[in-house]
């Protein structure tokens, strides 16, 4: 396991916090088709805008979302630098998984054969 | 983007909450390397029994922890099949990472030129 300094697991805990709630992962979803201002953002939601704000301050503070201005407007943009961060350190568990994955799929086969066996000893 | 039913949009919100604090994540690094005893795992935390418990909950909530009796004792096991579905849910967004480094290298690339191009005109 890749040892992390205290202000990269402060960082990690700030994403993947902003990944814990669905209107977040949909406001990023929606912002990976292209960036939008806050209303646009909140139309799909039966929410109010300073609910809506309060999502967008979350993914800002991970540094999933950046804003900039264009005219008098400002606009939200996605910023996905961080998510590398988060699957780096999930990448780490992958091994564990396909383990898991490869002992039920060994599990299955031999039920399979087990079953086979006793389907063509009772038809001898 | 792939389309997540609301279960599915659940489960990502457990298994995100559950890896948003550093404790728990220590404590899936403890168990990639064993099972371990609830005592086993609260001895690195300078952290009451009850709020390791209250840890553990969170993650078994996940599905990223299991417990199995080993005669009286109730051992701890990772289950890391939850995080391929986080990492699956991130992957998304991985071309948007990989095309923001590649910005930044040709921005860096083309800053690089301009500097060596001044450099050079100094010095004909």
């Known amino acids: 396991m890749v040892k992390y300094s205290n202000s990269q697991e402060f960082k990690l805990d700030r994403i993947f916090h902003a ?5 977040r992962r949909a406001i990023l979803a929606r912002l990976a088709t292209g960036d939008a201002v ?8 039966d929410m ?10 979350v993914l800002e503070k991970a540094g999933l979302l950046q804003r900039h201005k264009d005219g008098r407007i400002r606009r939200c943009e996605l910023n996905a630098g961080p998510l590398e961060t988060a699957s780096d350190w999930i990448h780490f568990y ?8 490869d002992s039920l799929a060994s599990y299955l086969d031999n039920n399979k054969k087990k079953r086979n066996t006793r389907h063509n000893g009772k038809h001898k």
Chains 1, 2 share one sequence.
């Open 19 to 23: 990944l814990s709630d669905s209107t």
């Open 38 to 45: 806050v209303t646009e953002l909140a139309e799909p939601f």
């Open 48 to 57: 109010s805008l300073p609910a809506i704000s309060k999502h967008l301050g």
């Open 94 to 101: 992958r091994e564990f998984w396909e383990s898991q994955l």
